[in-house]
């Protein structure tokens, strides 16, 4: 088992890319806190981990809310004793013109993807400094390094994902924690629309694809991986990934 007795926090937990993740970081070993906006995404996760033999706990929690978030940790803390893994995931996508697209929902995207992102990765940070080992994995997108119409603020905000990366696994590094981004192109869960979908066909990544390239940033064996936005866009179309 690659995860053999770690902690791990994955955020956005519920569905899609984080269920996939929690759920291969539990057939790992890893001892899971599963948190999600949503208790019965939560639940539902936690229960389904719990019922395949795994270890996991669940937290309702808003990212860009700083007492969510540290209760999250605090949470993991209090069950498991240390934590050694952070996946931020929490993530939302809004489309729409600039000339009519409304400030507060661009906002919102700012805050959960980029606030969030931050926030978590400030609350965990100090437990891994002091046990001088520690993964951060952020789940950006290939729209942190290109831009698509009528997604500014998703395109901003996966931008400054992958910026923060960089800079957070600069300052990390002297203690033996790794920070790197994950960059998909299109990923079959909940944001995608059927009509994307029929128009992807077979290029469409799905969620434990993603998962298993997070397991590998998360192990051992990616120890001298630090610092960097991996793409992962299978045969998906320029047009069509996000």
């Given at each position: 088992?690659?995860?053999?007795?770690?902690?791990?926090?994955?955020?956005?937990g519920?569905r899609?890319?984080?269920?996939?993740?929690?759920?291969?970081?539990?057939?790992?070993?890893a001892?899971?806190?599963?948190?999600a906006?949503?208790?019965?995404?939560?639940e539902?996760?936690?229960?389904?981990?719990i019922?395949?033999?795994?270890?996991?706990?669940?937290?309702?929690?808003?990212?860009?809310?700083?007492?969510d978030?540290?209760?999250?940790?605090n949470?993991?803390?209090?069950?498991?004793?240390?934590?050694?893994i952070?996946?931020?995931n929490?993530?939302?996508?809004?489309?729409?013109?600039?000339v009519?697209?409304?400030s507060?929902?661009?906002?919102?995207v700012?805050e959960?993807?980029?606030?969030?992102t931050?926030?978590?990765?400030?609350?965990?940070?100090?437990?891994?400094?002091?046990?001088?080992?520690?993964?951060?994995?952020?789940?950006?997108?290939?729209?942190?390094?290109?831009?698509?119409?009528?997604?500014?603020?998703?395109?901003?905000s996966?931008?400054?994902?992958?910026?923060?990366?960089?800079?957070?696994?600069?300052?990390?590094?002297?203690c033996?924690?790794?920070?790197?981004?994950i960059?998909?192109?299109?990923?079959?869960?909940?944001?995608?629309?059927?009509?994307?979908?029929?128009q992807a066909g077979?290029?469409?990544?799905?969620?434990?694809?993603?998962?298993?390239l997070?397991?590998?940033?998360?192990?051992?064996?990616?120890?001298?991986?630090?610092?960097?936005?991996?793409?992962?866009f299978?045969?998906?179309?320029?047009?069509l990934?996000?």
């Amino acid at each position: 088992m690659k995860l053999k007795n770690k902690v791990a926090i994955v955020t956005g937990g519920g569905r899609g890319i984080g269920r996939a993740i929690a759920h291969l970081y539990a057939r790992e070993g890893a001892k899971l806190m599963v948190s999600a906006r949503t208790s019965n995404q939560v639940e539902q996760t936690t229960r389904s981990i719990i019922e395949s033999g795994g270890q996991a706990i669940g937290v309702a929690a808003d990212v860009t809310v700083e007492d969510d978030v540290q209760k999250m940790v605090n949470a993991t803390l209090h069950e498991f004793g240390r934590v050694d893994i952070l996946v931020n995931n929490a993530g939302i996508l809004e489309s729409g013109p600039i000339v009519a697209i409304d400030s507060q929902l661009w906002r919102r995207v700012i805050e959960v993807n980029l606030i969030g992102t931050f926030l978590c990765s400030k609350a965990v940070a100090p437990h891994l400094i002091e046990q001088q080992w520690g993964r951060i994995i952020n789940i950006a997108s290939r729209s942190g390094k290109i831009g698509h119409p009528f997604l500014t603020a998703y395109c901003a905000s996966k931008h400054g994902v992958v910026g923060f990366t960089k800079s957070l696994a600069e300052e990390l590094a002297p203690c033996r924690i790794t920070v790197n981004a994950i960059c998909p192109g299109l990923v079959e869960t909940g944001m995608v629309t059927e009509t994307v979908k029929e128009q992807a066909g077979d290029a469409i990544i799905q969620p434990h694809e993603i998962a298993e390239l997070a397991l590998y940033l998360a192990s051992e064996e990616a120890g001298a991986v630090n610092g960097e936005a991996i793409n992962i866009f299978g045969s998906a179309k320029l047009h069509l990934g996000f």
